[in-house]
């Protein structure tokens, strides 16, 4: 910062006043040396005065006025620019910090590259994400129309004629059917979640009895694959909650029903309550594959899958953990998970305690 009295030579009249005293010093110099040379007796210091006195001040004129004309008004159209263009994105408007114009207007492009690099950051990131987004979509419902597509061709080609493919095909193309209906169900869950200004319905609920009645729901799944789902202690009491329920038990649908998906045959899942002093901490924890740690931080995103080829076989829309952050985060609580290779994973959220 250039203090007061210091010589700046960004100040078109301080750089005009230094260039004049620099021709006219050059300009002396030359005169003595030529008095010196071819006549040293005539040498006038008087005449030398006038000389400097009118080089000085015709000089200082010539720099000031072509420093500003050619050089400081463009500079100041520049920062009127930068400054108009900075408050019609809702900057408020301030007064100039100093009469420094080029330390200005530089200070200006500089803060102004930062804030543009962010946003060209940012625009790239959601570039990317919609490129992906919008990948991930195609392939999620590319791959039961394919299949419909197939069975159709197979019964167009003659298997209709056989009554045990006619029925095997068509209940096929069913399942995928249902697929892509359970993906758009789920897309227009979600975008209602991020777009919608409605708040859950809070009331008090018994997250314990909740629990059982979608255990209850998923028993047939899990007893396909011979998997025992049991609390952490046998809770004998009602856990009162603040929330909705509706939201909470579809949280814990999809909670459950991944854990049931992507865990093998004769394995367990354990569901436990911990009071929290303000809150209830809710886990469900599954004896699976677990989730690599570079995995973890994306967990929850759109149509992220751990094992893309495994997932997929599985079924599934791909936004059911999605959905339950968005639901957890309605509630103004938080969703967790931790896992471990090989091991099984946990995944834990808060609910408010009703009081």
Same mark, same amino acid.
């Given at each position: 910062?250039?203090?007061?009295?210091?010589?700046?030579?960004?100040?078109?009249?301080?750089?005009?006043?230094?260039?004049?005293?620099?021709?006219?010093?050059?300009?002396?110099?030359?005169?003595?040396?030529?008095?010196? #040379?071819?006549?040293?007796? %005539?040498?006038?210091?008087?005449?030398?005065?006038?000389?400097?006195?009118?080089?000085?001040?015709?000089?200082?004129?010539?720099?000031?006025?072509?420093?500003?004309?050619? #050089?400081?008004?463009?500079? /100041?159209?520049?920062?009127?620019?930068?400054?108009?263009? =900075?408050?019609?994105?809702?900057?408020?408007?301030?007064?100039?910090?100093?009469?420094?114009?080029?330390?200005?207007?530089?200070?200006?492009?500089?803060?102004?590259?930062?804030?543009?690099?962010?946003?060209?950051?940012?625009?790239?990131?959601?570039?990317?994400?919609?490129?992906?987004?919008?990948?991930?979509?195609?392939?999620?419902?590319?791959?039961? #129309?394919?299949?419909?597509?197939?069975?159709?061709?197979?019964?167009?080609?003659?298997?209709?004629?056989?009554?045990?493919?006619?029925?095997?095909?068509?209940?096929?193309?069913? /399942?995928?059917?249902?697929?892509?209906?359970?993906?758009?169900?789920?897309?227009?869950?979600?975008?209602?979640?991020?777009?919608?200004?409605?708040?859950?319905?809070?009331? =008090?609920?018994?997250?314990?009895?909740?629990?059982?009645?979608?255990?209850?729901?998923?028993?047939?799944?899990?007893?396909?694959?011979?998997?025992?789902?049991?609390?952490?202690?046998?809770?004998?009491?009602?856990?009162?909650?603040?929330? $909705?329920? %509706?939201?909470?038990?579809?949280?814990?649908?999809?909670?459950?029903?991944?854990?049931?998906?992507?865990?093998?045959?004769?394995? %367990?899942?354990?569901?436990?309550?911990?009071?929290?002093?303000?809150?209830?901490?809710?886990?469900?924890?599954?004896?699976?594959?677990?989730?690599?740690?570079?995995?973890?931080?994306?967990?929850?995103?759109?149509?992220?899958?751990? $094992?893309?080829? /495994?997932?997929?076989?599985?079924?599934?829309?791909?936004?059911?953990?999605?959905?339950?952050?968005?639901?957890?985060?309605? %509630?103004?609580?938080?969703?967790?998970?931790?896992?471990?290779?090989?091991?099984?994973?946990?995944?834990?959220?808060?609910?408010?305690?009703? /009081?």
């Amino acid at each position: 910062m250039t203090q007061k009295g210091d010589f700046n030579y960004t100040n078109p009249r301080q750089l005009a006043f230094f260039l004049a005293i620099l021709l006219t010093l050059l300009i002396s110099l030359l005169y003595y040396a030529v008095s010196l #040379i071819f006549d040293n007796e %005539h040498f006038n210091i008087r005449e030398l005065l006038l000389i400097d006195t009118v080089m000085f001040g015709a000089t200082y004129f010539i720099f000031e006025y072509v420093l500003r004309k050619f #050089i400081y008004d463009k500079i /100041r159209l520049i920062y009127k620019t930068i400054r108009k263009r =900075k408050l019609q994105i809702g900057e408020k408007p301030r007064v100039a910090r100093s009469t420094d114009l080029i330390r200005e207007v530089n200070e200006e492009v500089e803060e102004w590259s930062k804030e543009h690099l962010k946003e060209v950051s940012l625009l790239k990131d959601q570039e990317a994400f919609r490129r992906e987004y919008i990948g991930n979509i195609s392939h999620e419902l590319k791959n039961p #129309i394919f299949n419909i597509q197939g069975y159709l061709y197979s019964l167009l080609d003659g298997d209709i004629d056989d009554p045990k493919l006619e029925r095997k095909y068509l209940k096929r193309a069913n /399942r995928n059917i249902e697929r892509i209906i359970h993906i758009i169900e789920d897309l227009d869950t979600i975008s209602e979640l991020e777009v919608s200004d409605i708040k859950p319905h809070f009331i =008090k609920f018994d997250i314990l009895a909740l629990t059982k009645e979608v255990m209850e729901l998923m028993e047939e799944k899990a007893g396909e694959k011979r998997m025992e789902m049991y609390f952490r202690t046998p809770y004998s009491t009602p856990i009162w909650c603040k929330g $909705d329920p %509706h939201k909470i038990k579809q949280v814990l649908v999809n909670l459950i029903e991944n854990a049931i998906k992507y865990s093998g045959k004769d394995t %367990h899942i354990k569901i436990s309550f911990f009071d929290m002093d303000k809150n209830y901490l809710v886990e469900i924890t599954d004896e699976g594959p677990g989730i690599e740690e570079q995995d973890l931080p994306r967990i929850f995103e759109r149509f992220y899958r751990t $094992d893309k080829a /495994r997932s997929r076989q599985t079924g599934g829309s791909g936004l059911g953990l999605s959905i339950v952050k968005h639901i957890i985060e309605a %509630h103004e609580q938080t969703i967790n998970v931790r896992s471990t290779p090989g091991v099984g994973t946990t995944f834990a959220f808060t609910l408010e305690k009703y /009081r």
